[in-house]
């Protein structure tokens, strides 16, 4: 009688992987502009659904943040983690994947400091830190031109409160999505100074202290509504560029 060959070895089972974290889905996706949502896709082509219930957008963006993970995960194993850059710190790795999050996930915008010391798993102190090295590279030609622009959106809506004052200085509460708004804010105010000296602009300051709310005096809304100014500093500040690795 013949022999019978020996069938094919099936191998180990090979593990199953695992879920991301739910909580770590959840801050992501909802730090996503939602000015840039609309441009979300998933791989498959679907579309994000603008029109759609706030659950379905929510599930939509839970999955968009968890196929860009994977992507994101498979580039920096087969780029960073298979001896191709062999001397690679725990720091160098946090900055590329603060970088890879703001690329491909944010669009170049940050949520505060305790969202990402979630998403990090670290102290808020230590992902401030994270965050500061991120600015100090990348600030320039990503993230302050994107903010400008949010600025803009955000000062075109309808404020929280039309008009109140400070230190006896008339001006309006807008609802900001990040802490960071202020100090941007008040980095384009910077600005405006130099190009309007003989005025004093007042600082944007948190109203009565809450960091979802913002001040600013009406003068420098309305330097920063005339269509003029909005062109010098979108000129000054375009979007794109390269960035020295």
Same mark, same amino acid.
């Not at 960071?180 to 008040?186: D, F, H, K, W």
């Not at 384009?188 to 005025?199: A, F, K, Q």
């Given at each position: 009688?013949?022999?019978q060959?020996n ?5 180990a089972v090979?593990?199953?992987?695992p879920?991301y ?7 992501l996706?909802?730090?996503?502009p ?5 441009n979300?896709l998933?791989?498959d082509?679907t ?8 659950e379905i957008?929510?599930a939509?963006?839970l ?6 993970l994977?992507r994101?995960?498979?580039y920096e194993y087969?780029?960073?983690?298979n001896?191709r850059m062999?001397?690679v710190?725990p !720091? #160098?790795?946090?900055l590329?994947?603060?970088?890879q999050? &703001?690329? @491909?996930i944010l669009?170049?915008?940050l %949520?505060d ?11 808020? !102190? #230590?992902?401030?830190?994270l965050?500061?090295?991120f600015? &100090?590279? @990348?600030?320039?030609?990503?993230v302050? %031109? ?14 929280q ?5 400070y230190?006896g200085?008339?001006g ?6 990040s802490k ?7 980095a ?12 004093i602009?007042v600082?944007?300051?948190f ?9 600013l005096?009406e003068?420098?809304?309305e ?5 003029t ?7 000054l500040y375009?979007i794109g ?5």
């Open positions: 009688m013949a022999k060959p069938p094919p070895s099936q191998g090979l593990p199953s992987i879920d974290l739910s909580p770590v889905l959840t801050l996706a909802a730090a996503i939602r000015e840039v949502r609309p979300c998933l791989e082509g579309q994000f659904p603008v029109n759609g219930k706030d957008q929510q939509f963006l999955t968009f943040v968890r196929e860009k994977d994101v995960a498979r087969r780029h960073w983690l001896g062999p001397f710190s !720091r #160098q790795l946090q590329w994947r603060l970088r999050f &703001a690329e @491909f669009d170049w915008d %949520p400091d305790e969202v990402l010391a979630v998403v990090f798993n670290l102290t808020s !102190r #230590q992902a401030g830190s965050v500061s090295d600015y &100090a590279k @990348f600030r320039k030609l990503y302050f %031109p994107r903010i400008l622009r949010r600025l803009f959106a955000l000062l075109d809506d309808k404020p409160i039309p008009q109140t004052q230190q200085v008339i309006r509460v807008y609802k900001i999505p960071r708004y202020l100090e941007e804010m008040n384009v105010i910077n600005d405006l100074r130099e190009s309007h000296r003989r005025e602009l600082s944007a300051v109203f009565r202290r809450n960091q979802q709310l913002m001040w005096a003068r420098v809304i330097i920063m509504s005339d269509k100014t909005r062109d010098i500093l979108t000129q375009p560029g390269e960035v020295d690795e």
